[in-house]
């Protein structure tokens, strides 16, 4: 278990996996990340408080654009790769992403 402490850097890391988490409880059928919902399972960290911010209107909102900016970058990447087989990708900034 990771404990994360409120108001510190870390903190910003738990904001985009909890926009992907949910996201995905949400709108299922736009996008399925479970390894969000098995990250979060391993953090010690209070997720009610930013789980609630997320469940409105504008929460949602800025949940769809984490999963939709997760999605579109993991696309690109991919699509990369598969052209340059040989690259090297390194995710700064990520907020836990774990797409690659």
Avoid at 9 to 29: A, D, M, N, W, Y
Avoid at 66 to 88: C, F, I, M, N, T
Wanted: net charge negative; hydrophobic share 35%.
């Amino acid at each position: 278990m990771y404990k994360i402490e409120k108001n510190t850097v870390q903190e910003t890391l738990i904001i985009p996996l909890i926009g992907r988490k949910v996201c995905s409880e949400h709108f299922p059928e736009l996008f399925n990340d479970p390894e969000a919902e098995r990250i979060c399972s391993m953090i010690d960290y209070d997720f009610e408080e930013k789980c609630k911010k997320m469940e409105t209107k504008t929460g949602l909102h800025g949940a769809l654009e984490v999963a939709q900016r997760q999605y579109g970058l993991a696309w690109e990447v991919k699509d990369y790769l598969k052209k340059h087989p040989s690259a090297a990708v390194v995710n700064l900034g990520c907020g836990l992403d774990d797409t690659l």
